[in-house]
């Protein structure tokens, strides 16, 4: 008797690149008529044994592995590998190309929080419909309902529509509805990036609880040191394949390695296609080559669009290897109430950060992408990792801040004797 | 080496026999076959569509002064514009019948069918955001869509029904008869209709989105191909073949007849009616089946 959960099986997944165009249907018609004949596709290339013909660009290539009951696997791998690709198989948001991935038990996932809130709803009845659309029926829905609104801290506001939520209030709730679902399988997505520390704090918690339970969790995540507190076992996704499934220490230690070489990953680009927008370039201090302790850093976004957008929010973290939460996170909105008109063409973002007063070292800078409140469209906490290097503070003659501590704070000391 | 070879083989064997004792609940594939809806998994979440029924029926007139009595406005300012336009002004003669009745009848019927059609026909491009984060059936959003609609259908068809009654009590020339009782098949048939045309639309607009623009004015343009503003007799008997490939002439030309009498209904267009709606429907069930699973790719 095996007490596999998760069987997943020679997985393939093949994403079609380029644009779909007025082409297409004449295309789509030309290899329909080739099939009706029973001749070859006149579209399909053959023998492409690359990742990528240029047409083609395989996300995930044979990847195999089991997954036992009541074990919680971490996902890694850079951007790209294909480990949100295989959370989207598994949760059959989208269906592969080859191979058969078996489940045992109710599968969910928390790829995001918040999936089908209403902002015109109030907190009871999302609750309601975002338990129905996670899959739990209304009695279940029914028995939770208080400790979700406990858990989520909003009793006074369970009756007001959820527009009218603070961004914290309304993560809450996603979050607690989703915790509350009792599945079998739990796939998690790097949701607990989001909310202030000590809810993250209770949503590891809440995550220990789950797979102490008996429960099996799947965790992706960049956050190496949560990845190693919450799983003894991890697979390493490098390029859509899998290249290490082990224990934790051994995965991580294999992906540190692969990324130790790689330095400043200036130009970053991330293409958001449902926006019409494309950033094309994320600059850390253009006209300065070096990042310095307690020099000015600017972080600007070269954003290209197509179309005229507001209420779009952007989000910059700085994070680090060896720390759970951020070191820093800046948002235009709301906390700044800077207020972001993307105009169609080339637009530039910058975030000036006067002092820049971290200790030398390799820093993650996030880059997340909103509307306030509504949805996060991209969030990616390492998207860009950056190098602080050693250097004199200010114009004083003292060495380098020193590498044990993750911030330098401006003071001052002094002595008095006596009264 | 043949030993070797034996041994992986048999090893094979029982990987199998072993894995035939295992009790998988879900089982991912690709895409295969070109009928894959389970209706069993689509029952179980019936909770869902409830409340997807809530959803867009609260929703709808939040934040609105008249809230649900723009239901009523609606089909009445369409009827009385019709009344002034085709009844007063064109002069379309309507069998005797009271205009302004003639023409409620018609926009109520319609307006069931066209809402089911425009509101379910961007089903994938509209829900992308929750399709993209997790699953239900997806057969969920449109059929909600399609029972959100009979409520307002029921709304408004109170109406008209307080209408005729009030045109009866007038002494109108109308006069209800057994086909009333055909009723509820005729709102099966134009739901299934509807939602056979949207599901098709919105499974070809994940690939082509041109179909969205087409679907606003060609609802348009099928409402004036079906006799709404105009009664059927109007047209010379050797064009009225024409309105056979129209399933939704047989339906409204029913739907008046059972409440207000002349015009009749014939059997065999109605039975043609019915078919070609079977026909639509099962053919926007297969495409929609087989669109689900992967357009997450190409929207």
């Keep these: ?419 | 080496m043949a030993e070797h070879t034996m041994k992986e083989a048999s090893a094979k064997i029982k990987m199998r026999e072993k894995e035939n004792s295992e009790q998988w609940t879900t089982v991912i594939k690709p895409r295969t076959g070109w009928f894959d809806i389970n209706l069993s998994e689509l029952w179980r979440y019936r909770d869902l569509i409830a409340l997807f029924v809530r959803r867009d029926f609260v929703a709808q007139y939040k934040q609105t002064i008249l809230g649900p009595t723009w239901f009523l406005l609606q089909p009445l300012f369409t009827a009385i514009v019709f009344t002034v336009v085709f009844g007063r002004i064109a002069q379309i003669p309507t069998d005797g019948l009271p205009q302004f009745l003639f023409y409620m009848a018609g926009v109520t019927a319609w307006n069931y069918f066209a809402a089911c059609l425009t509101k379910t026909s961007d089903t994938f491009v509209a829900n992308t955001s929750i399709f993209g984060k997790v699953y239900f059936p997806r057969l969920a959003v449109p059929i909600a869509i399609v029972i959100t609609n009979l409520i307002s259908f029921t709304i408004q068809f109170v109406l008209f029904i307080a209408f005729t009654v009030y045109f009866y009590a007038q002494g109108s020339s109308i006069e209800p008869n057994i086909w009333v009782f055909a009723i509820p098949l005729l709102l099966i048939q134009m739901a299934a209709l509807g939602l056979g045309v949207g599901i098709i639309v919105s499974s070809l607009t994940t690939k082509y989105r041109d179909l969205a623009y087409l679907v606003g004015f060609g609802t348009q343009l099928w409402m004036y191909a079906t006799p709404i503003v105009y009664p059927i007799s109007q047209i010379p008997a050797k064009w009225q073949w024409v309105f056979l490939f129209n399933p939704m002439a047989a339906v409204i030309g029913t739907f008046r007849y059972a409440f207000l009498g002349k015009s009749a209904v014939q059997l065999p267009q109605l039975a043609l009616s019915a078919a070609l709606t079977i026909l639509v429907f099962f053919i926007g069930i297969v495409l929609f089946s087989r669109v689900e699973k992967t357009f997450m790719d190409t929207v």
């Design chain 1, 1 to 419: 008797m095996s007490d596999n959960v998760i069987r997943v099986e020679n997985l393939y997944k093949e994403y079609r690149l380029g644009v779909l165009g007025h082409g297409t249907l004449a295309r789509d018609l030309q290899s329909w008529w080739a099939r009706v004949r029973g001749k070859e596709d006149p579209n399909t290339k053959i023998g492409h044994d690359y990742r990528s013909d240029g047409k083609k660009f395989l996300a995930l290539e044979n990847v195999s592995f089991e997954v036992k009951q009541g074990e919680v696997l971490g996902i890694i791998g850079r951007n790209g590998a294909g480990k949100s690709t295989l959370l989207k198989i598994l949760s059959r948001v989208t269906a592969p190309t080859k191979g058969t991935v078996k489940i045992k038990g109710r599968i969910a996932s928390l790829l995001e929080v918040g999936t089908g809130f209403h902002p015109e709803l109030t907190g009871r009845e999302n609750i309601y419909l975002n338990g129905a659309i996670l899959g739990m029926t209304k009695k279940e829905i029914d028995k939770k309902f208080d400790e979700i609104v406990d858990f989520a801290e909003i009793e006074k506001f369970i009756d007001t529509p959820v527009k009218r939520y603070s961004s914290g209030m309304y993560v809450r709730l996603a979050f607690a509805v989703a915790a509350h679902l009792e599945p079998e399988i739990l796939l998690v997505d790097e949701v607990l990036a989001v909310g202030d520390a000590s809810f993250q704090k209770k949503c590891l918690g809440k995550m220990g609880e789950v797979a102490k339970g008996g429960r099996t969790v799947l965790f992706v995540s960049h956050n190496m040191p949560m990845v190693e507190k919450l799983c003894p076992r991890g697979i390493l996704l490098e390029e859509g394949s899998l290249v290490c499934n082990s224990d934790i220490q051994h995965v991580l230690n294999r992906y540190k390695f692969a990324d130790e070489d790689e330095v400043c990953r200036t130009p970053a680009t991330l293409n958001l296609p449902n926006l019409g927008l494309e950033i094309r370039q994320v600059y850390l201090n253009k006209e300065y080559t070096n990042i310095k302790p307690y020099m000015p850093l600017a972080v600007e976004l070269e954003i290209y669009a197509k179309n005229e957008l507001h209420g779009l929010a952007f989000n910059l973290t700085i994070s680090r290897d060896n720390c759970d939460s951020f070191i820093f996170s800046t948002s235009t909105m709301p906390h700044n109430n800077f207020e972001v008109v993307i105009k169609p063409g080339l637009n530039r973002i910058v975030c000036h950060i006067k002092e820049l007063n971290l200790c030398s070292g390799t820093y993650y800078l996030g880059l997340g992408v909103s509307f306030p409140r509504v949805e996060t469209i991209f969030f990616e906490r390492e998207f860009l990792k950056f190098k602080i290097e050693d250097s004199m503070i200010r114009d004083s003659v003292l060495p380098s801040i020193p590498a044990y501590g993750l911030v330098y704070l401006d003071h001052t000391w002094w002595m008095s004797y006596g009264q």
